[in-house]
């Protein structure tokens, strides 16, 4: 039953919202499923923070390793919340002045870091072993200097060799990439919907 | 004095009986000029009308304060107002709503009324409009085609696959990589990390990078080695705990599995990110396993699992990072491979079937694609407008 | 031959070092150089220019669909369309999906309609954060006010000028969604396919390329990607601001990599032949 249950809702509704897309008899149905998704989402938000409260908290009673910044974790759900709650969310209020002097600076380093990455890598990764890795060395070059402007000012018609590079070659790639994606994505979800593929019940097994 | 008084009450009859015709016709002129129209709405589950009109040419809108439009429900004594409209508009749609219901296959009339700033009005000619149910939205005819197709396919595949499990799927290089990643990190003793992606578990690709992981884990439980999994997605941690536990006991060895060891750290991708790279530069794994659905983090994963030296594994159906993950990882499962991994490792034959069935329909999109290229190059187009 | 043993052997430290230097340093020795316009860009401005010349045009819905970590490039091209918009007096419906979204939003609109004195509720509206991303943008093709029965200040969503006349994506003039994601795919299937939605997006520099195929096919109005599009878009309606300063340090930090992986190839070429002569 536990197994048996979460396989059959999910077959049924799969089921359901293939016909439904094709049936426009079926619209109210699809509005009042629509309507329990929304009601629903609004659930997966308290899921997730009762979550992060609970691992954390089990993480502090165990001192399992850096335990002390479970404490900071729950400390900023609190802080945010509280502040929020009394004293609003408009410009200038203590919530928005946390966001932007403490988390956008600390996300923003962090995504920063893949520029210095990028350049480690690509010289690490950029060597011309073979006639594919040349290809792909040029190709990136012309691509690199096109995008900025410094080599469109210095070098004409780059600009135009990197826009045909973007728009042939490198589309006819992403396109067959895209579709093989979504052909596997086609079978997954058939899989999920025929119960073949039971992954995601906790290891529900075969 | 009666004949004078009948001679007057003729004379006014006849004075005033042109302006009365003249006045029908003109106003007959008028309302068939509003060019009123009702129809069923298209594509949809009936109880709703479409009203379209247009003002007739003579009349200067500006004068015009509002619209009203009425509808002469069957066997109703009075017209129901359906609202007053602006005067610039040119359609309504009469929907069924929890005050009334517009029932299917009923005629229903309507009439427009011009309400002018002076206090004058025209009226337009009534319209019968009755609403259907439409079973089949006929412009999805080629996408339910395609369904048709695909579903039945892969379906016919994994029958196929019950009764004849001699299925041949070329070996991919990665899956000798895996194994070989698990021994290296045996024999130097260093712990496997395992990071199935950020996304949720809606996501087909965690659910392959999922299905990796419950034989790497299974190879780790053999071999004695540390299996690291955190996860930015407390859901997708609850799964591959028991995924993890499962594989440990189907090898015999169920207490060897640490919990502490397959963990949630935050939803935040970038504190995410800094957490494994943490992980990474201390516990030195000795082998990286990235895969499932990546973002922006993918580069700095992968740029700092291999600053440590450790042999790296990724596999993503995310297009964008894959170039990253190309260039840092020493092997890369690229876009479908990463399900087709799953399914080869497992080796069950619906999985295998179903494979075999996405390189059929493969096959036809080729066809398809190539077909369609040389009608289209050669001026014979109905392909592209039918499709 | 010491010179290229070195480069081959680089530490990536030395890498790092270097771009901090060759990104720092534009911003106090700007170069200025010109910006060339892209059409894929230039589709997006022109659409708004034919907008400005109606007489009752139909809003825009912006869905700022970005957190922290996308600031740097989506901020601005967010901040240079809003100025586009409000200079032209185009209403405008902001909104996002992104859960850390609504104070980047806020600020950007409350930065731009300062400038330009909009009034909140008559030249723009924002709706604030969308619960269910997907499930919203399928409701908003239905009615948008049953997705956000108040906006993001908690007014009546009723009460709003602006959102009398607007029910469905039928009354805005197109979406433009700006994500650091895939969610701006997202838009396109179900926005675009099933409501027939006019989309445009602005996105990271490294999903532009990714946005390509949709472009070309027509699902896509316009596409501003990364720092270099809304670069552009500030030098099409002459506001340069954050984005065209940062053009400067892109540049420098391309040729660089440019340098390093040259160099690099001409190392191992050089060690190659002197190990195969050895």
Known sequence: ?206 | MVTIYREIRFLTFLFFVPFFFSGILFAQDISSSFNLKAVDKPIDDGGAIEISWSLPKDINIEEIEKLELYRFDPGAAEPVKLGDLKPKQQKFTDESSDERKLRNKTPYIYQLKAIFKDGSQITSEKVEGISKIQWFEKRKFVIFIGTVLSIGLILYCIYKAKTDSNFFIRRMVVIDAIEEGVGRATEMGKPILFVSGTSTINDVATIAAINILSHVAKKCAEYGTRLIVPNKDSIVMTVQQEVVKEAYTSVGKPDAFREEDVFYITDDQMAYVAAVDGIMVREKPATNFFLGMFYAESLILAETGASTGAIQIAGTDAVTQLPFFITACDYTLIGEELYAASAYMSREPLLLGSLKGQDYLKFLIMIAILLGAILYNLGFTFLKDWL | MKFFEFIQNLDRRWVFLLILIVVTVPFFMPLSLPIEITPSVKHIYDRVEEMSLQNNPKPILISADFGPEAIPELNPMLMALLRHCMSKKIPVITMTLHPAGPGILERAVAMVADEYNAEKGKDYVSLGFGVGSIIMMLQIGEDIKEGFPNDYYGNDINDLPLMDDVKNYDDMEFVFCMAGSGLYEAWITYAKSQYNATIATGVTGTMATDAYPFLQSGQLLGLIGGLKGAAEYETLIDQKDAAYRGMDSQSASHILIIILVILGNIASFVLKEKKENK
């Open chain 1, 1 to 206: 039953m536990k197994q048996k249950l979460p396989l059959t809702i999910c077959f049924i509704m799969g089921v359901v919202m293939i016909i439904q897309y094709f049936v426009p008899a079926l619209n109210s149905l699809y509005d009042t499923i629509r309507f329990w998704l929304l009601v629903v989402s609004g659930f997966v938000l308290c899921l997730g923070i009762y979550s992060l409260v609970r691992v954390h908290i089990l993480k502090i009673r165990r001192k399992a390793p850096s335990w002390g910044y479970s404490y900071v974790t729950i400390a900023g759900l609190v802080w945010m919340s509280l502040v929020g709650f009394i004293w609003g969310k408009e410009e200038g209020t203590i919530f928005m002045n946390t966001f932007f002097l403490i988390q956008v600076p600390i996300q923003s380093t962090m995504f920063s870091l893949l520029a210095f990455f990028i350049a480690s890598a690509a010289f690490r990764a950029f060597r011309m072993k073979n006639l594919e890795a040349g290809l792909l060395l040029i190709a990136a070059i012309i691509v690199m200097i096109g995008q900025v402007p410094v080599g469109a000012s210095f070098i004409p018609g780059i600009a135009d060799l990197k826009e045909w590079i973007l728009n042939y070659p490198n589309l006819a790639a992403k396109r067959g990439i895209v579709i093989g994606v979504g052909l596997g994505m086609l079978s997954t979800a058939l899989k999920i919907i025929l119960g073949i593929e039971r992954s995601y019940l906790s290891g529900g097994g075969k």
